[in-house]
């Protein structure tokens, strides 16, 4: 039904920077909610940012000041601006999206995951 790919990871320096992007595809009516979660060896998930439809943002305290998210409703987008990248940033970063699939009046939303993508910071 629906499909989220994340891109844009990779291997970074501390300090440097990094721009993850998350399309979704598929049978889509709306997209409400787009953010994105972390995981890093040996730790539980951890929530970073999401945004809503309408654009109001919030962050985990971890990363408020260094990250940016950011959507484009017209090609069903999300990014992840990620800047001054400290070692502990170093994850893989899992984007979600709240999508409505259906047409009609009050449809539900369900929540879809993308497969993720490696964010190694180190020297």
């Known amino acids: 039904q629906v499909q989220l790919v994340e891109s844009g990871g990779g291997l970074v320096q501390p300090g440097g920077s990094l721009r993850l992007s998350c399309a979704a595809s598929?049978?889509?009516?709306?997209?409400?909610?787009m953010g994105w979660y972390r995981q890093a060896p040996g730790k539980e998930r951890e929530y970073v940012a999401r945004?809503?439809?309408?654009?109001?943002?919030n962050y985990a305290d971890s990363v408020k000041g260094r990250f940016t998210i950011s959507r484009n409703n017209g090609k069903n987008l999300v990014y992840l601006q990620m800047n001054s990248l400290k070692p502990e940033d170093t994850a893989v970063y899992y984007c979600?999206?709240?999508?409505?699939?259906?047409?009609?009046?009050?449809?539900?939303?369900?929540?879809?995951w993308g497969m993720g993508t490696q964010v190694t910071v180190s020297s």
């Open positions: 979600y999206m709240y999508v409505i699939t259906a047409t009609y009046r009050s449809a539900p939303e369900a929540q879809y």
């Open positions: 598929g049978t889509i009516s709306i997209i409400n909610t």
């Open positions: 945004i809503s439809r309408a654009g109001s943002t």
